[in-house]
């Protein structure tokens, strides 16, 4: 049976790595070089993943709420059907609905709140919108024609202190003519639900019927525009443009980049910096390998010596050096990698576990009462890489300084 043999520099660095040392200084520098690195690849991983929650959570309440994008009408327009069938045939697109808008205040008992109040058919809204899974009272299902009833978002409710079953009143901003002079137009409705998605868009939003809003426009059985929901969210400026252009009506398009673009680029600015910042500690951590590489050279020059005598080549010695930093840097990041992931995918438990058990509430700030996180692939795998890679360029300073070491002079004094 032949027996298989390591290449020299790997057989003698791995032999190093797991030999005890005479100076336990210098080991001890090894493992703080190790729980350094693994702490720092460890909370980079779980920062990004929280910060993925959040954006994850920004998307799915906001962008659920508001339009991705819509196809507007410079008149308002009869045949809404016909525009919702042809959007929802192109590729991309996951689900079209009408709508009216018209803003203007709301009062109930001596409150006033201005919102931003949407038609809506309540069928065709489910597939567009996220406001039926988050309805705290009542349901969208009650806005029917004719009854002109409203669904009010909790924040707006609160400020009126309504609830499902009172009554509100909707002042528009367009003035009417009367023998009294000119007076705002006023509308009561009554509510028949209350949502709540967690984000402000609760305390500007409020929904009625798609007909009902028509005639408040006095615009009746017409609508101003189709709104839009993507399967890619980023896909909506291109193909909402492209739809508005093929139409063979006059439609022009907006979408969410427009609305709330500048929120999405400053988290994901946001996110560039944290993980920059982040960076630097593992980079602190990756580089303390070289300070306990060099005592290590130091501490085996008479080993580099022999191994020089016995025609050992520098570059033979560097790599030798090379493969016992390395394996640091391998054994820090992986275990860095697998804390980080057990973090990320257990942060949620972990802080309302930290939130019963002192009887403290950490998210009254935020538009989400838990901490979320969304653990990805690609983040994990560029931290592992960019830590194994400052890893293994800590390692070359002292493992040239090794293959430095001249012999006679190491050997002078043993």
Do not use: C
């Not at 803003?103 to 597939?127: F, H, N, R, W, Y």
């Not at 005592?295 to 085996?300: F, L």
């Not at 960019?386 to 004094?413: D, H, K």
């Amino acid at each position: 049976m032949r027996r298989m043999f390591k290449p020299a520099f790997l057989f003698i660095g791995l032999r190093y790595t797991r030999a005890k040392r005479r100076n336990h200084f210098i080991s001890f520098i090894s493992l703080t070089s190790i729980i350094g690195l693994m702490l720092g690849v460890a909370v980079l991983i779980t920062v990004l993943s929280v910060m993925n929650g959040f954006d994850r959570e920004l998307k799915n309440r906001i962008l659920g709420m508001v339009p991705q994008a819509t196809l507007n009408a410079y008149d308002p327009f009869r045949d809404w059907q016909r525009v919702v069938d042809y959007a929802r045939r192109e590729p991309g697109v996951e689900a079209a609905a009408p709508f009216n808008q018209l803003q203007g205040m709301l009062a109930a008992s001596g409150l006033v709140s201005g919102a931003m109040v949407t038609g809506i058919d309540p069928e065709a809204e489910k597939g567009v919108s996220i406001v039926h899974h988050n309805m705290q009272e009542g349901s969208i299902d009650a806005l029917r024609e004719g009854e002109f009833g409203i669904v009010l978002g909790s924040g707006l409710a609160a400020n009126l202190g309504v609830h499902a079953g009172d009554k509100v009143t909707l002042v528009l901003p367009e003035a009417s003519l009367s023998p009294a002079g000119v007076i705002p137009r006023f509308k009561r409705f009554t509510v028949v639900g209350v949502f709540k998605v967690g984000a402000d868009i609760d305390g500007m939003l409020a929904y009625v019927n798609l007909h009902d809003a028509g005639r408040l426009l006095r615009i009746e059985d017409r609508v101003q525009g189709v709104r839009i929901k993507f399967h890619d969210l980023f896909e909506a400026p291109e193909i909402g443009y492209m739809l508005a252009a093929r139409h063979p009506e006059h439609l022009y398009a907006t979408n969410w980049t427009q609305t709330h673009g500048n929120l999405f680029s400053a988290i994901k600015m946001e996110k560039a910096m944290m993980a920059l910042l982040l960076l630097f500690i593992v980079a602190v951590a990756a580089f303390n390998i070289v300070s306990s590489l060099v005592m290590v050279v130091s501490d085996k020059k008479a080993d580099i010596a022999i191994l020089r005598t016995l025609g050992a080549s520098p570059a033979t010695i560097m790599k030798i050096f090379m493969v016992q930093g390395t394996v640091v840097g391998v054994v820090g990041t992986m275990a860095g990698v697998l804390l980080g992931v057990l973090l990320s995918l257990t942060i949620g438990d972990i802080a309302s576990g930290i939130e019963q058990l002192f009887n403290v509430s950490l998210f009254d700030a935020y538009f989400v009462n838990y901490l979320p996180s969304q653990l990805k692939f690609s983040d994990v795998l560029w931290v592992s890489a960019v830590a194994f890679a400052l890893s293994f360029v800590a390692t070359i300073y002292p493992a040239r300084r090794a293959a430095r070491v001249q012999p006679a002079e190491a050997l002078r004094y043993e």
